[in-house]
Nanobody, 126 residues
């Protein structure tokens, strides 16, 4: 059973930067792609970014437009995925979820993910 815990959310101002972290434990999570999704109030959960098991490949939603970077640290005893977010906008306000996929390749569809964290709130407001 893979357990995912997100951290790093909070209240920031437009234009600020935030780095979210997701620590994985309990399984062979380093063998699988990891992803970030978000859900804004009243909206469906949507894909944000994904990184392959190796960390060499990543993919992003169109709305990211170069503002976010998804990376991972697969060092021994440290299975952590990061989402560095820059130039945040009010429309980035959402609960951000970390997820572990069922394959090592980058994954965009939610159906490709088996394990999910509880989410961390990011609020962008002046």
């Amino acid at each position: 059973q893979v357990h995912l815990v997100e951290s790093g959310g909070g209240v920031v101002q437009p234009g600020d930067s935030v780095r979210l972290s997701c620590t994985a434990s309990g399984g062979t999570e380093s063998r699988f792609a990891m992803g970030w999704f978000r859900q804004a109030p009243g909206k469906e959960r949507e894909f944000v970014a994904t990184v392959s098991a190796s960390g060499l490949s990543s993919s992003y939603a169109a709305f990211v437009k170069g503002r976010f970077t998804c990376s991972r640290d697969n060092a021994m005893n440290t299975n952590t995925v990061y989402l560095q977010m820059r130039n945040l906008k009010p429309e980035d306000t959402a609960v951000y979820y970390c997820a572990a996929a069922t394959s090592p390749n980058v994954a965009i569809d939610q159906e490709e993910y088996e394990y999910w964290g509880q989410g961390t709130q990011v609020t962008v407001s002046a």
